[in-house]
């Protein structure tokens, strides 16, 4: 009897410090928590330094365009040569009419003047292509760090389910050894060992299935991380379990005002609305001024030698008829933005059903936790009164066998349903555009 109490007690106590390792346990100091792997997701991965180039282009296009305000300096240089040569007679003498040989060397500088708001309305359309693709770097990060936190709850979650496999495979491995030793004592037949093998070797299995899929979560991680040697990424942390207010309706006016995508989708519009604003007056009038310097032949009294010349204008160029370019080119920035403002617009639907799907999913999983807590302490109690029945022997190896692994299948149930509360929640702060991993 005492060997039973102390089998028992050696029971619990395992069990207490599997449980304690399901739900509060932490890895060794090698493992990284979610802020860690998020931390170093977002200031390594390459999608974010392709957007953070493709940010730059676009200013660097901005200042192209305003650039055109700028003077240009440029140095001309040539030379002709001329034959035949025209020459006037006066008696005696003969007089060229130009050289044969021609230098021209000059410095000319040019200044657009004013070009009636078409430069201004180019730079703004190009500034407003910064601020999107500013605000693609954002959808970026936001995308990249949630796919980060779910395969993070994800080899967590596997990482506690192989947990309870490795407890379940155990309890089963007691079980066969007890019956074997029942066998030798005439007590049991070799039935009682087929079942719990039969059992062992799908549990076995199933551990087989869940340590590769913590694999394929850990490295999925890794090449998130930038890790290009391929090693196994270890997480450490819990499910959080915290209450939120779930006003459906507030939530979806939160997502309007700082989702990423919707403010996106603003941004074009307004980006589409300019380049309406240069079709339209892309056929203004444009004035430049333009000055040059330099030394040329060719002036008389003696034709061959270099003189300093300079030379001034200012021209101004207006559009009459340009075949209805200007009409077809506004019809088109004009579809082009009614299309923005229809997509814009779905954003903003799409949006809110997001927000609304991901609060009824959590709470959903939230009465599937409290139920699992339930169950939980239900398979416990049934266990004690199992455990209480095989010492009396009034059930058998198979029914206690049967309690223990409702117990274990109820732990696991209660760690997918918080694996599920945690990732809803997640998926909340996304669809409302909040940064939940700060």
Not at 347 to 354: G, I, M, V
């Amino acid at each position: 009897m005492k060997v039973r109490v102390m089998q028992q007690c050696l029971y619990f106590s395992m069990l207490m410090m599997f449980r304690a390792t399901l739900f509060g346990g932490q890895p060794d100091g090698d493992s990284l928590s979610l802020n860690q792997v998020v931390n170093v997701v977002l200031s390594k991965h390459p999608a974010l330094r392709q957007a953070a180039e493709q940010m730059i282009a676009a200013d660097i296009r901005t200042k192209q365009t305003e650039s055109a305000w700028n003077p240009t300096v440029g140095l001309e240089a040539g030379y002709t040569r001329l034959a035949p040569i025209v020459e006037i007679e006066f008696g005696s003498m003969a007089f060229r009419m130009y050289p044969s040989d021609n230098y021209d060397v000059h410095v000319t500088a040019r200044q657009l003047v004013y070009d009636f708001g078409k430069n201004a309305a180019s730079a703004d359309a190009n500034r407003s292509r910064t601020e999107i693709a500013k605000s693609g770097i954002e959808l970026i990060r936001t995308s990249l760090a949630y796919q980060t936190i779910q395969l993070f709850y994800t080899a967590l979650y596997l990482r506690s389910a192989i947990a309870v496999q490795n407890e379940q495979i155990r309890t089963l491995q007691e079980h066969i050894d007890v019956a074997k030793k029942r066998i030798a004592a005439g007590t049991a037949t070799d039935f009682d060992v087929l079942t719990t093998e039969v059992r062992a070797a799908a549990a076995q299995n199933q551990l087989i299935d869940l340590q590769n899929a913590e694999r394929k979560a850990q490295i999925q991680i890794g090449r998130l991380m930038g890790r290009e040697n391929g090693d196994l990424i270890c997480v450490k942390g819990d499910f959080e379990r915290m209450h939120m207010v779930l006003d459906g309706d507030s939530l979806v006016q939160i997502a309007y005002h700082q989702r990423p995508e919707i403010i996106t989708a603003l941004k074009e519009e307004e980006a589409s609305r300019l380049q309406v604003r240069v079709a339209e007056i892309s056929d203004r009038p444009t004035l430049n001024a333009g000055i040059s310097y330099g030394l040329k032949n060719g002036y008389l009294p003696n034709l061959d030698v270099l003189r300093g010349n300079i030379a001034a204008a200012i021209k101004l160029e207006v559009p009459i008829y340009d075949g209805g370019r200007t009409d077809y080119r506004r019809e088109e920035t004009e579809a082009s933005l009614r299309g923005v403002q229809a997509r814009s617009a779905d954003t903003k639907l799409q949006a809110a059903q997001e927000v609304r799907q991901a609060v009824s999913d959590l709470r959903s999983g939230e009465d599937k936790l409290a139920a699992t807590e339930l169950q939980v302490t239900q398979a416990r109690e049934a266990l004690s009164i199992a455990r209480k029945r095989y010492d009396t022997g009034t059930i058998s190896n198979i029914d206690l066998l049967d309690t223990q692994t409702a117990l274990l299948q109820a732990d696991l149930q209660h760690l997918q349903a918080l694996f599920s509360c945690s990732m809803n929640r997640y998926m909340v702060f996304r669809a409302i555009g909040s940064e939940a991993w700060q």
